[in-house]
């Protein structure tokens, strides 16, 4: 079932264009992360859904209803739209208790005072909350607070909860610790949700999709391992990981593979998009895809810059035609010339942008 349907929506402040033209879909069940460099529209995007912002076209459709339809002149009051939000201040009521604050959700849709303490209580006590019950805000620790902005968004059974940066506010421990929790309650209870974030790590653990925007297009959107392996832009492939880029020129086709060369190197590449001889090229690399031990049929003899430990491995910078380029290893290794390599299907060749050509 789809809960929520965004059709060609644009938006505009003033002059400048923010919202090019989206559209998506979020079914019953599904986790939908919202993922993009700062100014990329995905904030833009949930505060349009919701209803804060007004798109100047398109559509939003909240299950068989239009929540705003330019055409009809269309647009639902945020209040009427009956969304769950969880803010990225949590937005708790400072002097209220835990119990207060989400009896007040309730209190807004007229429920009674007896449907108002049961639906409270059954939601605090699935979240882990019931002894924080007469707590205020400021007496919690930041993921009970979170806990407590997600409940109050839960507590109604909305068709479809909006979280802004809901994780932001955590320390590292706790971030890792919510990703899991949060995933966890929205699946058991087959809710419907989309999240907002800029932080790729925290999208591929929480979302069942991605939409990836950049300069308020929608550049990609799929399932986290699918966008993460088979980036279709170049965009898309530099957002993710850790990468290297190089630029070159394709000089021969072999088998459904490219060569690439650029000054002193050369390798053999899959191409992401059609690439024709002769035509300059962008070349990305994953860092983890870089093997300083195995042979293989691609090979670069590169210069070692500087070995950093970072607990579970070593990172290794080496540079290449006045780029860092950059290998993990388990251990580390001497000052000098090594040679790296890494297999053909893993290097991503792409169209050199039209603003980078002859750089």
């Not at 939003?60 to 705003?68: H, L, R, S, V």
């Not at 479809?160 to 506010?169: A, G, H, Q, T």
């Not at 949060?182 to 591929?204: C, F, G, Y």
């Not at 957002?239 to 630029?247: D, H």
Request: net charge neutral; glycine share 8%.
């Amino acid at each position: 079932m789809i809960k929520l349907t965004v059709n060609d929506l644009k938006l505009r402040y003033g002059s400048v264009e923010v919202l090019k033209g989206i559209t998506l879909e979020l079914h019953q069940g599904e986790i939908l992360v919202l993922l993009g460099a700062s100014g990329s529209g995905k904030t833009t995007l949930l505060r349009s859904i919701a209803g804060f912002e007004r798109p100047y076209s398109g559509t939003i459709k909240i299950g068989e209803k239009f929540a705003f339809d330019d055409r009809q002149g269309q647009d639902v009051p945020t209040e009427n739209r009956g969304l769950g939000l969880v803010f990225q201040s949590y937005a708790l009521w400072p002097h209220k208790t835990v119990d207060q604050n989400i009896r007040y959700a309730l209190k807004l849709r007229k429920l009674s005072s007896e449907q108002q303490q049961e639906r409270s209580r059954a939601a605090l006590e699935q979240l882990g909350l019931a002894h924080l019950r007469e707590r205020y805000p400021h007496q919690l620790s930041g993921g009970q607070q979170q806990r407590v902005a997600v409940a109050r968004a839960l507590v109604y059974d909305p068709p479809v909860i909006l979280m802004d940066e809901p994780l932001s506010n955590l320390d590292a421990r706790l971030r890792d610790e919510a990703k899991a929790w949060l995933r966890t309650i929205i699946r058991e209870r087959n809710l419907s949700a989309i999240m907002v974030t800029h932080d790729q790590a925290e999208a591929l653990a929480v979302g069942d999709k991605i939409a990836l925007l950049a300069d308020g297009r929608l550049e990609q959107q799929g399932a986290p391992q699918e966008i993460y392996e088979q980036p279709r832009s170049l965009v898309t492939a530099e957002f993710f990981g850790s990468n290297n880029r190089l630029n070159g020129v394709v000089t021969g086709t072999e088998n459904g593979m490219v060569k690439v060369e650029g000054a002193g190197w050369s390798l053999w590449g899959r191409p992401m998009e059609p690439v024709r001889v002769g035509e300059e090229a962008a070349v990305v690399i994953r860092s983890e895809a870089i093997s300083l031990t195995e042979q293989r049929r691609n090979k670069l003899s590169l210069p070692l810059s500087l070995s950093m430990f970072a607990g579970e491995r070593w990172h290794h910078l080496f540079e290449i035609d006045g780029r860092s380029f950059t290998a993990y290893g388990p251990k580390r290794i001497e000052p000098g010339t090594h040679q790296l390599s890494v297999e053909a299907e893993v290097v991503w060749v792409f169209h050199k942008p039209a603003d980078e050509a002859g750089s």
